[in-house]
């Protein structure tokens, strides 16, 4: 299994990027793919996750009105379009991805333990 991500970029603040998460290899029907980000010297966060098969999405706080993900089952790939971007937004960003039993709701970000596959990351730096 690989997870590849990319879309990471400079930008000033109040710009958008959209960052991409490409799955090759993991073929399950129910499972979770969630971005989280660090920045140097701070921990690990998670930012917004996803279930394919029903669509239901889960963002942090910090996040929340300016982030969307969004998935392409067909081109196996995980978007996170992000808007009105802050500098507090630069980080490393990583996706993840995870199998989930067929019943499983998605209700608040999961946890990273839980996942079992990682991108090798795609670094974002918002500055004027």
């Known amino acids: 299994v690989q997870l590849q991500a990319s879309g990471g970029g400079s930008v000033q603040p109040g710009g958008s990027l959209r960052l991409s998460c490409t799955a090759s290899?993991?073929?399950?029907?129910?499972?979770?793919v969630a971005w989280f980000r660090q920045a140097p010297g701070k921990p690990r966060e998670g930012v917004a996750c996803i279930t394919p098969s029903d669509g239901s999405a889960s963002y942090d706080d910090s996040v929340k009105d300016r982030f969307t993900i969004s998935s392409d089952t067909a081109r196996n790939t995980i978007y996170l379009q992000m808007n009105n971007l802050r500098p507090e937004d630069g980080a490393k960003y990583y996706c993840?991805?995870?199998?989930?039993?067929?019943?499983?709701?998605?209700?608040?970000?999961?946890?990273?333990?839980?996942?079992?596959?990682w991108g090798q990351g795609t670094q974002v730096t918002v500055s004027s």
């Open positions: 993840a991805i995870g199998e989930v039993a067929p019943d499983f709701k998605l209700l608040a970000l999961v946890s990273p333990y839980g996942l079992d596959y």
């Open positions: 290899g993991f073929a399950r029907d129910y499972y979770v």
